[in-house]
């Protein structure tokens, strides 16, 4: 039978029309080719930027890592807060980032064809609960590239960051940087979309669906895949590929509220009266209910490359591997038991 994943790469082909040339389509930029952690120093002005905050002006800076060829290779680039809640001083002392490259002086790096990033960040210094809220949510985009390309992809850092504001004052912390939406509408042959809504109907149902049954793996509930707030792209917490003359792919990111990553400062949405970040509750749609059972078996066929990528990471703390295991056990706990996939999923979908 036919794969769910190939199944959606013969989707965003089928509906990509001319959007992007053929040899741009399924090619993965050097940074995202790799899984191993990526050592880098980041200099700028941090203090200056976790102060004002600004989404407007890029700070100067530079990054540096060592190539295997070319040794050290350093890159300049323009670095600015970003984000809604992370960036609130309360919620984060240490506000994520967004990274802008010249394309110019990426030829020749592992940086090449990555010249736009989201840099999701440690929250607070010295902290290892945010530390490891960050490696789950770093994982949970991992799972999500296991079972469809059409997905944000994800590199691990160890930043160095260099404080210019501070005579040049270090710290060490993990990160890991988001895949822009421009290479991920290149690498699945799609355009991204910023209408600041959509329906239903517009959308990809098999591919919806399947990010339905995702959504209640990793416990999350913050999120729709058909509008956002007043004056953003659509849509929250998912970002929209493709036009209304086909079926639209809405591919999800922005973890941090889900029951995987469980962060310190994530609240479960009152709006569902749920008793813990960690209760999950399916969102799917009724109309998309026909794709359950092959969203359902698309993790199936994934488990054990699953609790490979949980088992396999090295930089969790005991308590952290140990609570996402029995996070994910209750997950196949359920989609293994058609009784459980009625009462859970198809009873609970939405109309």
Same mark, same amino acid.
């Given at each position: #039978?036919?794969?769910?994943?190939?199944?959606?790469?013969?989707?965003?082909?089928?509906?990509?029309?001319?959007?992007?040339?053929?040899?741009?389509? &399924?090619?993965?930029?050097?940074?995202?080719?790799?899984?191993?952690?990526?050592?880098?120093?980041?200099?700028?002005?941090?203090?200056?930027?976790?102060?004002?905050?600004?989404?407007?002006?890029?700070?100067?800076?530079?990054?540096?890592?060592?190539?295997?060829?070319?040794?050290?290779?350093?890159?300049?680039?323009?670095?600015?807060?970003?984000?809604?809640?992370?960036? *609130?001083?309360?919620?984060?002392?240490?506000?994520?980032?967004?990274?802008?490259?010249?394309?110019?002086?990426?030829?020749?790096?592992?940086?090449?064809?990555?010249?736009? #990033?989201?840099?999701?960040?440690?929250?607070?210094?010295?902290?290892?609960?945010?530390?490891?809220?960050?490696?789950?949510?770093?994982?949970?985009?991992?799972?999500?590239?296991?079972?469809?390309?059409?997905?944000?992809?994800?590199?691990?850092?160890?930043?160095?960051?260099?404080?210019?504001?501070?005579?040049?004052?270090?710290?060490?912390?993990?990160?890991?940087?988001?895949?822009?939406?421009?290479?991920?509408?290149?690498?699945?042959?799609?355009?991204?979309?910023?209408?600041?809504?959509?329906?239903?109907?517009?959308?990809?149902?098999?591919?919806?669906?399947?990010?339905?049954?995702?959504?209640?793996?990793? &416990?999350?509930?913050?999120?729709?895949?058909?509008?956002?707030?007043? &004056?953003?792209?659509?849509?929250?917490?998912?970002?929209?590929?493709?036009?209304?003359?086909?079926? #639209?792919?809405?591919?999800?990111?922005?973890?941090? #509220?889900?029951?995987?990553?469980?962060?310190?400062?994530?609240?479960?949405?009152? *709006?569902?009266?749920?008793?813990?970040?960690?209760?999950?509750?399916?969102?799917?749609?009724?109309?998309?209910?026909?794709?359950?059972?092959?969203?359902?078996?698309?993790?199936?066929?994934?488990?054990?490359?699953?609790?490979?990528?949980?088992?396999?990471?090295?930089?969790? *703390?005991?308590?952290?591997?140990?609570?996402?295991?029995?996070?994910?056990?209750?997950?196949?706990?359920?989609?293994?038991?058609?009784?459980?996939?009625?009462?859970?999923?198809?009873?609970?979908?939405?109309?």
């Amino acid at each position: #039978m036919k794969s769910l994943r190939t199944t959606l790469i013969f989707i965003a082909i089928a509906v990509s029309g001319t959007a992007h040339g053929d040899d741009d389509v &399924g090619k993965i930029t050097p940074l995202f080719s790799s899984n191993e952690v990526l050592d880098v120093t980041l200099r700028a002005p941090f203090s200056t930027i976790m102060r004002e905050r600004s989404e407007e002006e890029d700070q100067s800076a530079t990054l540096t890592y060592n190539d295997a060829v070319e040794g050290s290779v350093t890159v300049e680039l323009g670095i600015q807060a970003r984000g809604r809640f992370r960036r *609130q001083p309360r919620v984060c002392r240490w506000a994520p980032l967004r990274l802008n490259f010249k394309k110019s002086s990426l030829e020749n790096t592992v940086f090449a064809g990555s010249d736009k #990033m989201k840099l999701v960040t440690h929250c607070r210094n010295s902290s290892d609960r945010h530390t490891q809220a960050l490696l789950a949510e770093h994982l949970a985009y991992r799972i999500l590239n296991l079972v469809t390309d059409a997905s944000f992809r994800v590199r691990l850092l160890r930043i160095t960051y260099v404080d210019t504001d501070k005579g040049d004052r270090e710290r060490i912390e993990l990160g890991f940087l988001i895949e822009h939406k421009d290479q991920v509408a290149r690498r699945i042959g799609l355009e991204a979309n910023d209408a600041q809504r959509t329906s239903v109907d517009a959308l990809d149902a098999r591919h919806t669906n399947l990010g339905s049954v995702y959504q209640f793996l990793i &416990g999350n509930t913050d999120f729709s895949p058909i509008r956002a707030a007043p &004056g953003e792209a659509c849509c929250h917490n998912y970002v929209l590929f493709g036009t209304e003359k086909g079926r #639209m792919l809405a591919i999800p990111y922005d973890f941090d #509220m889900s029951g995987i990553v469980d962060a310190p400062h994530a609240e479960p949405n009152p *709006q569902f009266g749920l008793r813990s970040v960690r209760s999950r509750l399916y969102r799917g749609r009724c109309v998309n209910n026909e794709h359950i059972e092959a969203s359902v078996q698309a993790f199936l066929d994934h488990k054990q490359a699953i609790y490979d990528l949980i088992n396999g990471n090295e930089l969790f *703390q005991p308590r952290k591997h140990k609570a996402t295991l029995r996070f994910i056990n209750e997950f196949f706990a359920t989609i293994e038991s058609p009784d459980k996939i009625r009462r859970q999923l198809v009873d609970k979908c939405v109309s």
